[in-house]
């Protein structure tokens, strides 16, 4: 079994960092969400464990701008990024063609700005790779991007959404070469080469290393101006991992120069194509590089390897049975960030709906501001946090009590304000004041539609809760977000299914709380 | 309509400017025309609402005693909710409501309004008993001279926020004081 999926269970709420170093504590090893990122955090955690440093998994968070922030925090060690996105995406500098100054620059400013070293790389340099299928470049004559600027605007792309937004993405291509495509998608990482193999798109971006170029049988296309600056690999250091424990800086520095590109693209391929899990992967690697002894590390005997490729593991069903255990533990941590988040949201937003009548005219500024936060994606929403609280539960639970503030708020406004005038008028005309009204007559007859609200919130946090896997802060999004990394559909289904099982039952559940809050007087 | 606009409104010789709004409407039954009573109460709480809010600790058995005024029994009724009652039950449930505290003034607007005829002559009858032996001051609004006439000691007669006259309705009918109560009475077909 995939052997990170019950370390990313007991991902807990971690007490806040203390300023002394603390050489004892585990390093938190972190990665993006694609499978190279997962397979090189694997081979750091694997390598540190093996000289005896604990490592805590918090693989796949968000993208470059959540785990990029969240090592700047402190709230991870180590993750593995890219010089060429560090120069780009994350230092905002223009980009530079020769690899060493690149990396020279991007150290001398992340130590300065943000206290954070990057290791000398590992050894390989993954460039963007903008791919087409074959019939499509022999049919326009495709071998450049410049090829692609003059012939492309029947095409229809499908990028990550990284790419779509950062400047040395799609925006680099439109201005460098003048690309421009019939239509852009954004796809998720694990489907872009499907979509283009089934003709669903026709160009899209991969990274040079990705071992599905080969079985495809994609061309890429030449960066034939020099526009990608290098992106060569390297292992990025938080200035509290440096203070605390220099040695495990030290073992990382071990897998420096020592994994090329061909090595990288087996590894992927592997992962991708024949769907061996990342533990073993790490693992063997490890092995073959001479950095840990021959016998299998003692973390890899929970993984069982699986015989055959991505089409024969085992189905769904089996798969399901014999991860109930892990299942179980993040069904509950879901339920918890979703009933805490809600507790939270209930106790503010009713108090404040109520309140809020009080002053009709500012009452729907209130609520439309309240309501402007629904309209943040969720990922978004989450990495605001970061600089505040970190990742982990924390940021989770309070983005997912701002999500459950509004559907709340405005249905406990709406209720009371709307007690039939009657009601109330005899009320008041028979001797009771303003806060009795609400306490006796407009709160209990709105409940039911107050009970409505809580419920619209409950099933969306359900649904949101999955996105604070991103931030490392467990759940049923756990295995969805390792699942889409490493396009492994049942792992994916492992998640979503329960999740959407979960949103059905406490839907079913708060409807029965919200008939029975009227069930009696209700002339139904 | 809590401040008159001009002139002044005494309840008891208090002019109802130097009283608390709250503790004022304790004092005066009201009766509104659809019965407003709480959906949400049974007919027992609904009928005890006024002692309650005075703080009576026997504010359950003087809404059993308004019950029984209004010919509801206490023990069948006090039960059930407010949607389980026909248009005239619940409109006596407003009554009682009304009377439980015993106030010495009772406000009804329109109270046997929106009921069938038969319902209507049936309540008024018993209201008409009820006023007569409890010797309460009551004030009915309506918009039906016929109902005006059988339950009223005197009627004033509004038109457009002003007093056309105010009599006993055999004087009305005797000596109208304006061309609009002489048309009124006629056009109700009491002459």
Do not use: C
Not at chain 1, 210 to 223: E, N, P, Q, S
Not at chain 1, 344 to 364: E, F, K, Q, T
Not at chain 2, 14 to 26: M, S, Y
């Amino acid at each position: 079994m995939l052997r990170w999926l019950p370390a990313l269970i007991v991902l807990g709420v971690g007490p806040v960092r203390p300023h002394e170093p603390d050489a004892g504590r585990p390093v938190v090893v972190a990665s993006k969400p694609f499978g190279e990122s997962y397979i090189l955090a694997e081979m750091f955690s694997q390598l540190l464990e093996a000289h005896g440093i604990r490592a805590d998994r918090r693989l796949g968070l968000g993208a470059t701008q959540i785990a990029y922030g969240a090592l700047r925090s402190g709230a991870i060690d180590v993750y593995p990024e890219y010089t060429g996105t560090g120069l780009i995406a994350i230092l905002g500098l223009p980009p530079e063609p020769d690899a060493r100054t690149v990396f020279a620059h991007v150290a001398a400013v992340s130590a300065a700005r943000d206290g954070v070293r990057w290791l000398p790389p590992l050894g390989f340099e993954n460039t963007y790779a903008i791919a087409v299928r074959r019939t499509t470049a022999d049919s326009l004559h495709l071998e450049t991007l410049t090829d692609l600027g003059r012939s492309g605007s029947g095409l229809r792309g499908g990028f990550t959404a990284d790419f779509i937004g950062r400047p040395d993405g799609l925006p680099g291509l439109v201005r460098v070469y003048g690309v421009h495509l019939r239509e852009v998608r954004a796809l998720l990482p694990a489907v872009k080469y499907a979509a283009l193999a089934a003709g669903r798109v026709d160009v899209i971006d991969g990274f040079s290393t990705d071992g599905l170029i080969a079985r495809y049988d994609l061309v890429v296309l030449r960066d034939d101006r020099h526009f990608y600056p290098p992106y060569e690999a390297a292992a990025v250091v938080s200035a509290a991992l440096q203070r605390d424990n220099p040695a495990a800086i030290a073992v990382l520095t071990e897998l420096s120069d020592r994994i090329g590109v061909p090595e990288m693209r087996a590894l992927n391929r592997r992962l991708e194509v024949d769907g061996v899990p990342v533990a073993i992967i790490a693992a063997d690697a490890l092995r073959a590089l001479g950095l840990t002894p021959g016998a299998a590390p003692a973390t890899a005997d929970r993984a069982e390897p699986q015989a055959g490729g991505a089409g024969g593991r085992e189905p769904l069903g089996a798969y399901v049975r014999s991860q109930r255990g892990p299942l179980a533990a993040m069904t509950a941590r879901h339920l918890l960030l979703v009933g805490i988040s809600l507790a939270a949201a209930i106790l503010i937003a009713v108090p404040l709906g109520v309140g809020l009548l009080a002053i009709p005219r500012s009452a729907d500024i209130v609520i439309r501001v309240i309501g402007a936060i629904q309209t943040v994606p969720g990922i978004a929403l989450l990495a605001f946090m970061i600089p505040l609280l970190g990742i982990g539960v924390v940021p989770a639970l309070v983005a997912l009590f701002l999500y459950s503030l509004y559907p709340i708020l405005r249905n406990t406004y709406e209720g009371v304000r709307g007690t039939e005038a009657g009601t109330v008028d005899a009320g008041e005309a028979l001797g009771m004041t303003n806060a009795q009204v609400m306490a006796y007559i407009r709160l209990p007859l709105a409940m039911p539609i107050i009970m409505a609200g809580v419920r619209t919130a409950a099933v969306i946090d359900v649904g949101t809760a999955t996105l604070a896997a991103f931030i490392g802060a467990g759940g049923l999004g756990d295995p969805i977000v390792t699942g889409l990394a490493l396009s492994d559909t049942r792992m994916i289904l492992s998640g979503a299914i329960p999740a959407a099982l979960l949103a059905l039952a406490v839907d079913a559940l708060l409807g029965a709380g919200q008939r029975l809050a009227a069930r009696r007087w209700n002339a139904a | 309509m809590v401040t008159p606009d001009g002139g002044t409104i005494s309840v008891d010789g208090t002019p109802t400017t130097a009283l608390d709004p709250v503790v004022l409407r304790r004092r005066i039954g009201y009766v509104p025309q659809d019965g407003g009573l709480f959906p949400h109460w049974r007919v027992w709480r609904n009928a005890a609402l006024v002692p309650w809010l005075l703080g009576n600790a026997d504010a359950p058995a003087r809404a059993g005693a308004a019950l029984q005024l209004v010919g509801l029994d206490p023990a069948m009724f006090g039960g059930r909710w407010p949607h389980q009652l026909s248009g005239g039950q619940r409109q006596r449930v407003a009554i009682a409501r009304a009377l439980a505290a015993r106030p010495g003034v009772l406000l009804l607007d329109e109270p046997f309004g929106a009921l069938d005829a038969i319902t209507r002559a049936d309540l008024r009858e018993s209201f008409r008993a009820l006023r007569r032996s409890l010797r309460v001051t009551a004030i009915l609004v309506t918009h039906d001279l016929r109902e005006a006439s059988i339950l009223a000691d005197r009627v004033a007669v509004l038109r457009h926020g002003r007093i056309e006259q105010v009599a006993p309705p055999g004087t009305l009918h005797t000596a109208p004081a304006t061309p609009y109560v002489a048309e009124l009475l006629a056009r109700a077909g009491i002459q």
